[in-house]
């Protein structure tokens, strides 16, 4: 990988915890992740995104820290974890880990401290107010879930502040205290040997909060600030982060106002996630389309991140009611697949109702718009969600290994159910059937990762529609640098089509189709490009050598 390995990467996000159980006590730990590292890189991963991994009292998934310079002892040690960065190295495979610093666990001892004391060190790292604040009742995360942003503490005999639930007190980014502490937390890991951060809930990190002020100020230099600190440390350090904001916002978040590149350099594209996901509803590009051509302009070296599913809901709020609506009634039409009003909770293969051709098509678009592609454990093979689960873990259910007892993830009872009934159980879903079936959906998503990894132009070059006039349902798009060009036709709808795109002819030296849903007739003049329904071809327009 080169300089910015980011741009040339495909993501893979896992819960150390239900991947691979390495000492019978049911739930995942360093160890077994080390032994799958080997499926990992020949599936082509080459960069891990791992989920909390900090000791924590459980209530939100590992997203309330108790230490953040020790792991989780369920999942090993730092020796073991130290053994992991090793091991992926080895691999070519880079890891990236959270960073939950918006907050921390309500028994953190900086907390504990903070609340037995106003005369603690630590009392004024957290947000307080002496009254009850205006706004106590404003910006919730978790509508339904969580009753109010400020919470009287009796010990404290003040009101603490917190983003999230109740028992994930904020962190004063206002106190410069706090602002060492994180990047000493950084440093702490970097030179543990980890090659970035995911930074999670980004706005609220910048965030000066004030009780009654519920548009508080934001200090984007404090990105800048992270951002030189952990290039100083690690030259090709890595911070991706999650900020799911106005569009016309999120440039502030790469750079500053003259046009440097000095913060985040890659953030999740929420925007593009929400028209994809309604572009498959309505078997319409036009979401996409609109949103390629809207785009924020990105300083150089910032990067996109895109996802069709992450560990979280499909958060649907940046949609108009009716596009909303619109996802709901194809993808999520029960109440109980649905989340905060805003999201669906369920993994793809089950919203596109098993349709492989389908899952093809999308995990194709997603691959090839610009940008680095993340790719969450279990959606290679297809895995379902289980409804059952309380919110967010209907898809966080242990990988599906194989035919063994708890689908080969465990051989004690799992830390959460491993799906085991129906179209989705681990008995009819798992690598190993998959790994004997060379028209596997896993077979597939390795042919798809290597032709990618063949295609830099996608994740360092340029991305522009083709706009010409497409058949209803086509999308035709391309990606251009300086190892060659890329073109990439999808059809959304069922019917079969053919796209004239003969003006593109002139353009091109040897074309021919590198990665297609069928064998198609060679490109020829490019006038009578034949697409199935659902169906998919990546042309190679020209190569360079140079």
Known sequence: MGERWYTES?????DVETFQDSNGDGIGDFQGLISRLDYLTRLGINCLWLHPIHPTPGRDDGYDATDFYN?????????????????????????IIDLVVNHTSDEHPWFQSAVASKDSPY??????????????F???VFPGEQAETWTYHRRARAWYYHRFYDFQPDLNFANPLVRAEIKKILAFWIQLGVAGFRMDAVPFIIELTEPGRSEAPMDFDYLTELRQHIQWRRGDAVLLAEANVEPEKLPEYFGDAGGSANRIHMLFD?????????????QNPEPVIDWLKTTPKLPPGGQWATFLRNHDEIDLSRLTAEQREDVFEQFGPDEDMRLYDRGIRRRLGPMLGGDRSRLELAYSLQFTLRGTPVLRYGEEIGMGEDLTQAGRYAIRTPMQWSYATNGGFSDAEPIRPVISKGEWGFEQINVTAQRHDPASLLAWFERMIRTLRESPEVGNG??????QPLPPGVLVHRADGPTGSMLFLHNLGTQDATVDLG????????????????EYEPVGDFTQLQLGGYGYRWIRLRRSNS
């Open 138 to 140: 404003q910006g919730m």
């Open 71 to 95: 792991v989780d002892p369920r999942l090993g040690t730092l020796g073991d974890f130290a053994e992991l960065l090793h091991e992926a190295a080895n691999r070519g495979i880079k890891v």
């Open 10 to 14: 495909v993501i893979y996000c896992l």
């Open 503 to 518: 003006a593109l002819a002139k353009d091109t030296h040897l074309p021919n189709d590198v990665f297609a849903d069928q």
């Open 462 to 467: 340029t991305c522009a529609c083709v706009d």
């Open 270 to 282: 929420f925007m593009l996630n929400g028209r994809l996901v309604l572009a498959l509803a309505r």
């Open 123 to 136: 009392r004024d790292w957290f947000v307080w107010a002496d009254k009850e604040p205006a706004d106590r």
